[in-house]
């Protein structure tokens, strides 16, 4: 909390600074910029940006093929609910202009675990982010709640941002965020999560994980951490570069 204070205070002190220097800079270029505005169009200099500064999100559907991941209580697969969520996550995200989303699948296709196919995707494409999403198993079903997975140092923040709005949405208990060695968040290179939505083998929490209404909400939840990361982690980005 208190670092959080003082990020924000130091942001404002910057912006203070910064502020009267680029209405300066501003006044002093616009002569310039008129005549240079009609040798060179906008349109290609905006064109030049957007594909710049896309965030890449890499969305991972945990399971497939003849993975089928956990078996629910009602005797669904784990594979089936991750796709259904996860392409929810993919239209909202395809929706966002600055965003630029990915999928590791989009069928019923099998990934090998041996070959570290997911990982292996998320770094050729140089992505900044990949989340992977699932559902939970336990053989004591009463056992419930939402949780998320994170392994590399660099990745917590991303892991506690994204369990803060997921828990907001399922309403299920909050059982936090945890460093495990799995293979799809140690093997990539950017930041990296897995989020647990739920427990299929608890037949509650299962019969809202099928529900439409219940994945809409997870979904925008995830949309709107990936959201919350992008816009801390550039606030970090220029601290770092003017520091
Ligand atoms: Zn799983």
């Not at 292996?120 to 989340?131: E, H, I, P, R, T």
Request: with cysteine; hydrophobic share 35%; proline share 3%.
């Amino acid at each position: 909390m208190l670092r959080q204070i003082n990020r924000k205070t130091k942001i404002w002190l910057i912006l203070l600074v910064l502020f009267p220097l680029l209405i300066v800079s501003a006044c002093a270029s616009n002569p310039d910029n008129q005549h240079k505005d009609s040798a060179t169009p906008n349109k290609d200099k905006e064109n030049t940006k957007s594909s710049d500064t896309a965030f890449k999100v890499v969305i991972d559907p945990g399971h497939g093929g003849k993975d089928n991941g956990a078996t629910g209580a009602s005797g669904q697969y784990e594979k089936n609910f991750t796709l259904s969520l996860s392409k929810k996550v993919q239209k909202l995200l395809e929706d966002e202009p600055q965003i630029e989303v990915l999928m590791t699948r989009t069928d019923d296709s099998f990934l090998s675990q041996e070959s570290r196919d997911r990982p292996k995707y998320a770094n050729k494409q140089d992505a900044d982010v990949f989340l992977s999403i699932h559902g939970n198993t336990f053989s004591d079903s009463t056992v419930s709640g939402t949780e998320t997975f994170y392994y590399h140092k660099h990745s917590r923040q991303l892991a506690q941002i994204i369990q803060k709005h997921v828990v907001e949405a399922t309403e299920f208990r909050d059982r936090g965020i945890k460093k495990e060695e799995l293979f799809v968040v140690k093997d990539t290179n950017m930041p990296a999560a897995l989020i647990e939505v739920g427990y299929m083998t608890n037949p509650q929490e299962e019969s809202k994980m099928w529900t439409d209404e219940f994945q809409s909400r997870v979904a925008t939840s995830i949309v709107k951490g990936i959201k919350e990361y992008r816009e801390k982690s550039e606030e970090q980005g220029i601290l770092e570069w003017i520091s």
